[in-house]
């Protein structure tokens, strides 16, 4: 029996979503498979939840459920083999002035500013980019489990990253990430591996990444990460590295 199969399905129940445009691949129809009520979504389920290749936005707990396509396929990096390469070593060194704090899990001005700048820089006409106050803090603001709000800043004390988290018994999921779009140094590399410290930290086996779609190229940093490991058919395994150039 799987984890999600040891669910109290008396309490967790399942329904499937109409389809809707795939925000990752063009010209294509998506469908959510949403875990509900989203209250009643503990610790334990939850966990198991996102071990079976769920994830959250808000307080919808969702995973892929389309009709014709299975693109999205969630990632983990086990944390006990995971070895930085020589570029992440670069990256973890010329950020180590980075200050993490632990924030509450509610509205901030200043957090609001600096997402609307990521937006506008890395995703524009997405969609996101015109998210207003409220649906900003639905997505990254709203939560019924066990969340972590971090920011991140410079010597200076200016605010450069903030990263949502959410924190399993068996390690943490990476749900949602921003930064200040014109500082060089691929700060989203550096966060994953802040999150990847935290979880060897807390002695905890996994870090959850998400879902990687091989056709996506902004997905494409996930598997710099090695070992990392793909839900496929129902199994975590670990994803063959790419083969070389010749």
């Not at 071990?51 to 936005?57: E, K, L, P, T, V």
């Not at 010329?94 to 899990?105: K, N, Q």
């Not at 905890?204 to 990392?228: C, D, H, N, V």
Request: hydrophobic share 40%; net charge positive.
């Amino acid at each position: 029996m799987n984890r999600l199969q040891a669910l109290p399905f008396s309490v967790v129940h399942f329904y499937a979503t109409a389809p809707y445009p795939c925000s990752y691949l063009p010209g294509r129809q998506a469908r959510s498979q949403v875990a509900t009520p989203s209250h009643l979504v503990n610790a334990d389920a939850y966990t198991a939840l996102v071990a079976a290749g769920f994830r959250r936005s808000g307080t919808f707990t969702y995973r892929p459920h389309c009709d014709d396509c299975q693109a999205c396929i969630p990632v983990r990096v086990p944390v006990a083999r995971f070895t930085p390469n020589r570029t992440q070593r670069k990256i973890w060194r010329r950020h180590a002035d980075l200050r993490p704090l632990v924030a509450s899990l509610g509205w901030s001005s200043e957090h609001y500013a600096l997402y609307q700048r990521y937006q506008r820089s890395r995703h524009p006409g997405g969609g996101m980019d015109q998210d207003n106050r409220e649906q900003y803090a639905q997505f990254l603001l709203a939560s019924s489990v066990n969340t972590r709000l971090v920011e991140f800043r410079d010597s200076a004390d200016t605010l450069v990253m903030v990263s949502i988290i959410d924190v399993l018994n068996d390690g943490l999921s990476s749900v949602y990430t921003f930064y200040d779009p014109d500082l060089p140094g691929s700060l989203g590399t550096w966060n994953i591996l802040w999150q990847i410290e935290q979880c060897r930290q807390l002695e905890q086996a996994w870090l959850y990444l998400g879902y990687w779609i091989a056709e996506s190229p902004k997905m494409a940093y996930k598997t710099a990460f090695r070992p990392i490991q793909a839900l496929q058919a129902g199994t975590w395994q670990d994803l063959p590295a790419p083969a070389s150039a010749p």
